[in-house]
């Protein structure tokens, strides 16, 4: 079964800087999705990758798809206390699969005012 | 926008009772998801549903079952609601649009404790 590395697992960095939020497939990525998650609720879609080097962006967070290395990563720049959460990578999981998705464990976002 | 509601935030069971989570979305979506969410372990797919009265297992069915008569509807249920299924559960829907690009949404979540 595919497997989901994020990393790092928590991060604690000062309103204003800059972050990257890893995630490495132990498998082909045949799509690659970006949640947030504010403690005790549920996940907001941020952002979906399909072809290897997509990038999107959305305010100032930026995804990218490395197909070759099996990885995505999502960069926030110039942090605020609003990207403070819990991020997660989803990846489709192959075949029929109904849009099924596997998870990551998490990255826990602080960010101090 | 999407909306997947789920029927209670917070639920407190006791060993033994049969536990009914309601799912519900508005966007007449064909796939519904039940997952549990711990820490340490991430989202744990449980069951999933592709059309109405269409059920699959996910990757840890036991100890659950799922009923979808409606297509906005998706319950999970805990026949014997034991101390090891306290945990978040989180529903999502999602549209079949091919080519892989059916993006999931997500319900609230309700966090269940089994006492």
């Known amino acids: 079964s595919q497997e989901l590395e994020q990393s790092p697992q928590s991060l604690i960095v000062q309103e204003g800087k800059n972050l990257t939020i890893n995630c490495t497939s132990s498998?082909?990525?045949?799509?690659l999705y970006w949640y947030k998650q504010k403690y005790g609720e549920g996940l907001i879609f941020l952002m979906m990758l399909q072809k290897g080097g997509e990038e999107k962006s959305h305010e100032k967070i930026t995804a990218k798809l490395d197909e070759k290395k099996q990885q995505s990563s999502l960069h926030i720049t110039a942090s605020q206390p609003s990207h403070a959460g819990i991020y997660l990578c989803g990846a489709r999981r192959g075949g029929t699969s109904y849009g099924k998705l596997t998870f990551g464990q998490g990255t826990i976002l602080t960010v101090h005012p | 926008d999407v909306k997947v509601t789920q029927s209670s935030r917070y639920l407190v069971k006791r060993t033994g009772e049969k536990v009914f989570l309601e799912c519900v979305q508005d966007m007449d979506h064909e796939n519904m998801f039940w997952y549990r969410q711990d820490p340490g372990l991430g989202l744990r797919l449980i069951y999933f549903s592709y059309d109405v009265k269409m059920k699959e297992k996910g990757d840890i069915p036991e100890g659950y079952s799922v009923s979808r008569e409606k297509k906005e509807r998706f319950s999970l249920i805990l026949e014997s609601a034991s101390t090891n299924q306290t945990s978040m559960y989180l529903c999502a829907s999602s549209l079949i649009v091919g080519s892989g690009r059916e993006t999931q949404y997500f319900g609230p979540g309700t966090r269940l404790l089994v006492l």
């Open positions: 498998k082909t990525l045949y799509g």
